[in-house]
């Protein structure tokens, strides 16, 4: 089975401050041990990198080339993907957003579903409940 995971739980487990890091923590090594196939995605990655180097959330952020290696560390592992849009990323972004009413912050949400559809990808976890809004995928928050 596959699977891939929100930018919301790399920020948490690299948020030592955060209620959610112990949990996140064990989710990231549960992932990184394998063997499971797991999808990581472009704009997740970067929105990690955008969110945990960002002086505005963080009191402390990360050096930019600490959250790099964060992710080098998951990247670098056999049965993690690191995938991006291809040819039919377009016409199923158009579908998934012909479903759902998008705009504003449900647009990044719909990039991430597009994706998952594309890649065969069925289930993401993440704390946002937004990606219930869609069919076709199953959002699980690891953090109830």
Do not use: C
């Amino acid at each position: 089975m596959s699977r891939t995971i929100d930018a919301n739980v790399l920020v948490y487990a690299s948020d030592a401050e955060s209620p959610h890091y112990e949990r996140a923590q064990e989710i990231l090594g549960r992932l990184a041990e394998g063997p499971d196939l797991v999808y990581l995605f472009w704009p997740v990655v970067m929105a990690y990198l955008r969110v945990v180097t960002h002086p505005g959330v963080f009191v402390d952020p990360l050096q930019p080339s600490m959250a790099r290696e964060n992710i080098s560390d998951l990247v670098n592992r056999p049965h993690i993907r690191l995938v991006a849009e291809g040819r039919r990323f377009w016409d199923l972004y158009r579908e998934v957003t012909d479903a759902v009413p998008v705009r504003g912050n449900l647009v990044h949400d719909a990039h991430i579903v597009a994706l998952m559809r594309e890649h065969g990808v069925r289930t993401i976890w993440t704390r946002d409940r937004d990606f219930r809004k869609f069919d076709g995928i199953e959002a699980i928050d690891p953090f109830v």
